[in-house]
């Protein structure tokens, strides 16, 4: 078997990277700061929103079903997480641009809390921080992603996946999120995988199913970027098709020192805000947790 760690690790949000702007690819997901050598990232108001809302969704998913709206209610949850992103560290201006996402995040916890569906009933928990198979051994390809949600479905033995949605946009219907995650589920668990969902919590009480495509149409899709990521990366050539554009020149203001350092995440890369500018408020930048 091949190496894992010289393989050329792809996810949904990698390569959603590298199909907007492969600079903005290099950026997010190899360039390392040459002063401390640590990857680098940029925090935003919609970013820091959906990390604090899908920590407190995920921390559920280790509790027993009759656990998980009883021990501790959610919006005391959701508080303490708010801290982490709290003030700068948000990318917030002022008090008042956070709190209009904290009470976004509240609302949507609390009708969580009034509509629980499918987070009341049993879930399948994949082993592991960071489920990953082979896209392709010989290829040296890997697949790898966080599910937000997996319903136990019992009567079929099945699953059904669920990706939370923060922010205020609907996701198009030719996304590659839940073909993907359907990817990762038949190859990290045993469960055949029944539907799949979204929940946009800002707005739907209820998951909304998506039709999913075949899955040798998925896995062809996604084996042909993969490819063309491992090629880039082999050729070192990660130009951006439009000479600069909106996904690439934000992270290049870090590396010309136009953005604030707030200081290091759970991963361990250097997080950065840009000091006042106020973004438009349905910005739906993606989170994976």
């Not at 010289?6 to 959603?16: E, I, K, L, Y």
């Not at 990366?233 to 909106?246: N, S, V």
């Amino acid at each position: 078997m091949p190496d894992k760690f010289t393989a050329v690790w792809v996810s949904h949000s990698s390569m959603s990277d590298f199909l907007r702007c492969p600079r903005a690819y290099f950026l997010r997901n190899l360039y390392k700061n040459p002063k401390t050598g640590n990857k680098i990232s940029l925090m935003s108001p919609s970013l820091a929103l959906g990390q604090a809302v899908h920590s407190v969704l995920e921390s559920l998913s280790n509790l027993p079903v009759d656990a998980r709206l009883a021990s501790r209610p959610l919006v005391a949850r959701f508080d303490e997480e708010w801290e982490k992103v709290s003030g700068e560290k948000g990318g917030f201006i002022d008090a008042g641009h956070e709190y209009k996402y904290k009470k976004r995040g509240e609302d949507m916890l609390k009708r969580v809390y009034n509509n629980p569906g499918p987070l009341a009933k049993k879930a399948v928990k994949i082993k592991g921080d960071l489920p990953w198979y082979w896209l392709s051994e010989e290829e040296g390809l890997i697949l790898c992603g966080k599910i937000d949600w997996l319903e136990y479905l019992e009567d079929a033995d099945g699953v059904h996946i669920i990706d939370f949605k923060t922010g205020k946009k609907r996701e198009d219907s030719n996304s590659l999120q839940l073909p993907i995650y359907r990817l990762l589920a038949q190859n990290c668990q045993k469960r055949k995988v029944e539907k799949a969902s979204y929940w946009y919590l800002e707005t739907d009480d209820r998951c909304i199913p998506v039709a999913l495509p075949k899955i040798e149409e998925t896995r062809k899709k996604i084996l042909d970027i993969a490819r063309k990521i491992k090629l880039a990366r082999a050729l070192k050539k990660f130009d951006c098709p439009h000479g600069g554009c909106p996904a690439c020149l934000e992270m290049e203001k870090i590396l010309n020192g136009e953005a604030k350092f707030i200081g290091n995440d759970e991963y361990r890369r250097d997080v950065y805000v840009l000091p006042h500018e106020r973004k438009n408020e349905d910005e739906d930048e993606s989170v994976i947790l």
